[in-house]
C-alpha cells in the first residue's frame, strides 16, 4: 500500500480524523540513516505524527517541526513535516538498541527517556512561526504529542503511532489523529464512547498488517457516528531539499579564515545534511570562489 494521507469527519462536523501510512518513507529513513530498530521506531513515529499535525494546516506552504529532547540515549529527534505531504528527519544517536520494554515491544521511552521536552514550531507560511514546548510524558512520542495538542492547542485528541520493523527492514508504520471539536465536546457518551474504542485498539501498525485500509479503520472507529471520508488521497514522502548551492552558502557563512584552512590542510570540503543523510564534496577551487565572493563583499 502506498504511502498516503487521509481525512474524515464524523458526528456532522464535530469530529476530525486524519490517518496516515508512512511505511516506505520511514523504510528511507532507516537506510538513510542507518538506524537501529528503536530508533527507527522512534523517527517513524515522530515523522508520521508531524505529517498528521501539518495536515490540518490550510496555507500552501504551511511546516510542522517537531524536536525531541529527552535524557535517553537516542538524546533527541528532529521532524520536518509539510502540509504538501512531504516530511525528513533524523536522530541524533541512530546506533542505540535497547531491550524490548516489559510488553514485549521497542522500547521507544526508554531509548528517548521519560524527562525532557517536546518542542513543536508551527510555520503558517506567513509572520512569526508559532512554538510551544511541553515536559515529556513517557517519551513514546504518541503520547507526549497528545499532551501537547491538549495542552497547547487545547483540543481534545486521540494519536495512535506505530512502526513495525523487521529482519527486513520497515513493515508498517503510520499512525492515527481524531480530535474533537468544540460542537462535539459536549456529548459526553459521545466522547466516551470514541474514547473507549480508541483505547481498545491493539495499535496502529497491527491494523495495517492485517491488511486493513485507512477507510476501514475509519469505519471501525466512526462508522455509526456518521462519517464522511474525503474523497481526496494525498501522496505522502520523504523529502529533503537540501542540495549543493545550499551548501556551498553554509560554507560561505564560515568565513574567509576557515575557507582558507579547509583549503591548505583537506583540499575542499565535505558537509553531509543532518536530514537526509547525503554527503556533499566541495573542492578548493570552489572553496577559493566563495573566498573571492567574500572579499567582493566586503
Known amino acids: 500500500m502506498a504511502d498516503q494521507l487521509i481525512r474524515a469527519t464524523a458526528a456532522a462536523g464535530g469530529i476530525r480524523a486524519v490517518g496516515v501510512i508512512t511505511t516506505r518513507l520511514t523504510e528511507e529513513a532507516r537506510a538513510r540513516h542507518k538506524l537501529s530498530y528503536v530508533a527507527t521506531a522512534a523517527l517513524g513515529r515522530t515523522m508520521s505524527a508531524g505529517l498528521l499535525l501539518a495536515s490540518n494546516m490550510k496555507r500552501a506552504g504551511s511546516r510542522v517541526n517537531i524536536r525531541v529532547k529527552g535524557n535517553g540515549p537516542l538524546e533527541g529527534i ?5 502540509l504538501d ?11 542505540v538498541e535497547l531491550p524490548p520494554n516489559a510488553k514485549g515491544k521497542l522500547d521507544v521511552g526508554g531509548a528517548v527517556g521519560r524527562v525532557g521536552y517536546l518542542y513543536v514550531v508551527r510555520d503558517v507560511g506567513y509572520g512569526y512561526p508559532y512554538a510551544s514546548t511541553v515536559e515529556l510524558v513517557s517519551g513514546e512520542i504518541g503520547d507526549d504529542v497528545t499532551h501537547y495538542l491538549v495542552s497547547s492547542e487545547q483540543t481534545p485528541s486521540a494519536l495512535v503511532l506505530g512502526v513495525f520493523v523487521g529482519s527486513d527492514g520497515v513493515q508498517a508504520s503510520g499512525g492515527l489523529l481524531i480530535q474533537v471539536l468544540p460542537k462535539a465536546a459536549r456529548d459526553e457518551a459521545l466522547v466516551q464512547t470514541l474514547e473507549s474504542r480508541v483505547a481498545a485498539l491493539s ?6 498488517q492485517a491488511g486493513l485500509t485507512l477507510p476501514e479503520i475509519f469505519d471501525q472507529l466512526l462508522g455509526d457516528m456518521g462519517l464522511e471520508i474525503i474523497p481526496e488521497t494525498q501522496l505522502v514522502r520523504f523529502h529533503c531539499g537540501c542540495n549543493f548551492d545550499r551548501v556551498l552558502g553554509a560554507l560561505k557563512m564560515l568565513g574567509e579564515a576557515e575557507l582558507q584552512d579547509m583549503i591548505e590542510k583537506d583540499d575542499g570540503a565535505e558537509a553531509t545534511c543532518h536530514f537526509c543523510g547525503k554527503v556533499y564534496q566541495a573542492s578548493s577551487d570552489e572553496l577559493a570562489q566563495l573566498i573571492v565572493a567574500l572579499r567582493a563583499e566586503s
Open 78 to 82: 528532529l521532524v520536518d513535516a509539510g
Open 85 to 95: 505531504g512531504t516530511v525528513r528527519g533524523y536522530v541524533d544517536n541512530p546506533s
Open 203 to 208: 495499535g496502529f501498525t497491527p491494523l495495517l
